[in-house]
């Protein structure tokens, strides 16, 4: 339809062609990834707006770190309190754009405070062999209901670790608000309960499903906090 064909449009005009190439490299070479957070502003990953958060599975390093500078990224060496093991910042000039194109390789997942990243999530194949496929943007993405657990555990260790206050303004919890609200409308009841009990304990578990179509609060948040710390502190 018209409609159609204008949407398509609108969305090729919006992408970055060097993103564009890069993951069809990646698809076309087999390489186990998805963009595994943030999925609810996919669109801006795509147009170079904001960072790509790209998981890979660790033994195709390698060939992800050279098809990456066959397109003309470069490791971008963060000073040492900002640069972590396991994750890799690549970056390109997209000159048509006039933006900078921002990769974060993932090969294995942490998070906590900036400049530790402390807790080892140890989620990596469940994420990638769960994974989907974002037709509009043809990318592989993490499932929504890892993606909602995912964000749940985010939550509870960034409450704690950066001591939020909820009744004071906070850019952070009003952007996770944002994406809480999309996956909301994407996860599938039957999906998310097939995994209590895997990468998060039952309690945990429970804890973060309670949570889901709840008003968050500093008590809500510092139980959560909690649960997420006996698990991972």
Not at 81 to 94: A, E, N
Not at 136 to 154: D, G, K, N, T, V
Request: with cysteine; aromatic share 10%.
């Amino acid at each position: 339809s018209c409609h159609e064909q204008l949407k398509k449009l609108n969305k090729t005009s919006m992408e970055s062609m060097l993103v564009r190439q890069l993951v069809e490299d990646f698809n076309s070479a087999g390489i186990l990834y998805c963009h595994w957070k943030s999925n609810q502003h996919l669109d801006a990953s795509i147009s170079g707006d904001t960072d790509l958060d790209l998981l890979f599975a660790p033994n195709q390093e390698k060939t992800v770190l050279e098809i990456l500078a066959q397109n003309g990224f470069r490791l971008f060496r963060a000073p040492g309190f900002l640069r972590y093991k396991k994750i890799h910042d690549y970056i390109v000039i997209d000159s048509e754009n006039r933006k900078i194109i921002h990769v974060h390789a993932h090969f294995e997942l942490a998070t906590g405070k900036t400049g530790i990243k402390n807790y080892q999530l140890g989620v990596e194949k469940l994420l990638l062999h769960g994974r989907v496929f974002d037709e509009q943007f043809q990318i592989y993405r993490s499932a929504p209901e890892m993606e909602c657990l995912l964000l749940y555990l985010r939550l509870g260790l960034k409450f704690k670790s950066n001591h939020w206050d909820l009744s004071k303004p906070n850019a952070d919890f009003k952007n996770i608000l944002v994406e809480r609200e999309w996956l909301q409308k994407q996860i599938r009841d039957d999906k998310l309960k097939s995994l209590r009990g895997t990468f998060v304990n039952e309690y945990l578990f429970d804890e973060i499903e309670g949570l889901i179509d709840e008003d968050l609060s500093n008590s809500t948040l510092r139980a959560l906090s909690n649960a997420v710390d006996q698990e991972y502190g």
